[in-house]
């Protein structure tokens, strides 16, 4: 984001009031800071659910300057009252868990695609003039058929997430396209950053390689390594929702988020590695569980994006995972 579209973005902001759901988690915590920063009220929901991410410490340089509602959003009743008189919502929660979702399909259906049927049910009924930013994942495309994988890519998921996410982003453009909700979904690929869950590796492997590395254990390589995929810092993420949310020319429309060039997962392991200063990591087979659903490579193309908006990333993997890593070292108690 440029400066001048940072500050007019920034402006834009000032005084509003912004919903962001699953707001103690990795996306929802980052986004509330720069809301916080901009000069706007700030409502974060969250379950807390343990397995999920969300988190106190995220928002501890921001606590006294916003709301606190831990509810699910679920919870029918909870979302009527919550929606009432808010400007934007920024929809990011979710079961994100790709093995989770294979494990125990009807939690990840029930989070994934009922719930946000009932987040623009309450929308409808008493907030119709609210804009709603879903994010959505690359995960609906399942294997691609080739790369980088654009908006007019088959869609194909590969695992019970993936189907659910997809349907939680029809039920975004659909409700825009009958009822006039103002939505925009923007298909997230991997993002990365402080204030992620480390807790566990079933939420992506970037975490977990932060993790191993900084602990002075082995990174594992699922395969040959060479699997290629584009990653996303978490500001550049964070500015493309903000960017969304402010614009009403993307309203009903779908777009990819990615980056260039593609990174082999054997090149972030070493790339950890020696930004860490030590570290080691070595080739294993794939669990059977994984290999069903694995994708292969996969990188996007985000030129949609860039053209209706300007936003390109701006963060490199190095800086990122420099930031990442000195993030971690610090305040890994609260993560661990």
Known sequence: MTERMRNEVSNYYMGRKAIVTGGMGFIGSNLAMKLVRAGADVTLIDSMIPEYGGNLFNIEEIKDKVRLNFSDVRDQHSMNFLVRGADSMFNLAGQVSHIDSMRDPYTDLEINARSQLSILES????????????????????????????????????????????????????????????????????????????????????????????????????????????????????????ISGRDDSLNGKIFNLGNSPPISLEEIAKLLIRLNGSGSCRLVPFPEEKKKIDIGDYYSSYDKFKDATGWEPRVTYEDGFRRMLSYYGKNRRHYW
């Open 123 to 242: 929308c409808r009924r008493y907030n119709p003039g609210i804009k709603v930013v879903f994010a959505s994942t690359r995960q609906i495309y399942g294997k691609p058929e080739y790369l980088p994988v654009d908006e007019k890519h088959p869609l194909r998921p590969a695992d019970v997430n993936g189907i659910n996410k997809l349907a939680g982003e029809w039920y975004h453009t659909l409700y825009h396209r009958v009822y006039g909700i103002k939505t925009v979904c923007l298909r997230l690929t991997n993002t990365y950053g402080p204030r992620q869950l480390m807790k566990h590796n079933r939420q992506g492997f970037i975490g977990w390689f932060v993790r191993r590395v900084i602990e002075g254990k082995e990174i594992e390589l699922f395969g040959d390594g060479k699997q290629r995929r584009d990653l996303n810092y978490i500001d550049d993420v964070t500015d493309a929702l903000l």
